[in-house]
């Protein structure tokens, strides 16, 4: 039980162009979501904590506006990279927190987004 | 402010030696703590969670402790396997919902 399924596992877009990352919660609802971005032989960071039908939260320093997420229902939320730019290219990882009480997390998968 | 660190951040060894891998954190008032396991490229998997009531948890071949007092967890790996390795992070929750990670140790088990 418990996964996360995270899609695209990876891709490849140019320069100027958004692209939209989704992870799914397959057998659970989940309540809280988190978008993690990872750089190389680095450790995870966090991004943004969304709610379902609530605006995301943002940490220091992340631009909401060029990540865009969204969380509209208990399974499935988004996170929307705008106008991209070689230097979002990462590893962005996601993970799912359960209703009713549970303190143990899943993580997607990751998707590898290089922007060219 | 929570601070994550993990120690080494590489080890390389032979199959079958037992490996210890130590995370410290600066703020010991949390209420678990995750250690997960990294493939290259991949997501995360999550290898055991200590709740702060507890001072260690076994799975398998894998122990973790917590001294939630001096702010140090470690992770026993016994008998290493090339299928071992990976990198190890550990995690600790800061404020209600989010987490902390560590820096990672990257280990090697060579065969």
């Known amino acids: 039980g418990a996964v996360v399924s995270q899609h695209p596992s990876w891709v490849i877009c140019k320069s100027g162009t958004s692209v939209k990352i989704e992870c799914r919660s397959l057998?659970?609802?989940?309540?809280?979501m988190f978008w993690y971005r990872q750089f190389p032989k680095q450790s995870l960071m966090l991004m943004a904590t969304?709610?379902?039908?609530?605006?995301?939260?943002?940490e220091q320093g992340v631009e909401k506006d060029k990540f865009l997420i969204n969380h509209a229902s208990l399974t499935l939320s988004t996170l929307t990279v705008t106008s991209a730019h070689p230097e979002d290219s990462s590893f962005y990882i996601c993970s799912a927190r359960g209703t009713g009480g549970r303190l143990r997390y899943t993580f997607g998968s990751g998707t590898r987004l290089t922007v060219v | 402010k929570q601070e994550v660190t993990q120690i080494p951040a590489a080890l390389s060894v032979p199959e079958g030696e037992n490996l210890v891998l130590n995370c410290s954190f600066t703020?010991?008032?949390?209420?678990?703590l995750q250690w997960f396991r990294q493939d290259p490229g991949k997501g995360l998997t999550s290898l055991l969670l200590?709740?702060?009531?507890?001072r260690e948890q076994t799975s398998g071949r894998l122990n973790a402790s917590l001294d939630k007092s001096s702010g140090r967890s470690t992770l026993y790996i016994a008998a290493s396997q090339p299928g071992d390795s990976a990198t190890y992070l550990c995690?600790?929750?800061?404020?209600?919902?989010?987490?902390?990670f560590g820096t990672g140790t990257r280990l090697k088990v060579l065969a």
């Open positions: 057998d659970f609802q989940a309540t809280t």
């Open positions: 969304s709610n379902e039908g609530s605006k995301a939260t943002y």
């Open positions: 200590i709740q702060s009531s507890q």
């Open positions: 703020d010991s008032a949390i209420y678990n």
């Open positions: 995690a600790v929750p800061s404020g209600t919902y989010k987490y902390i």
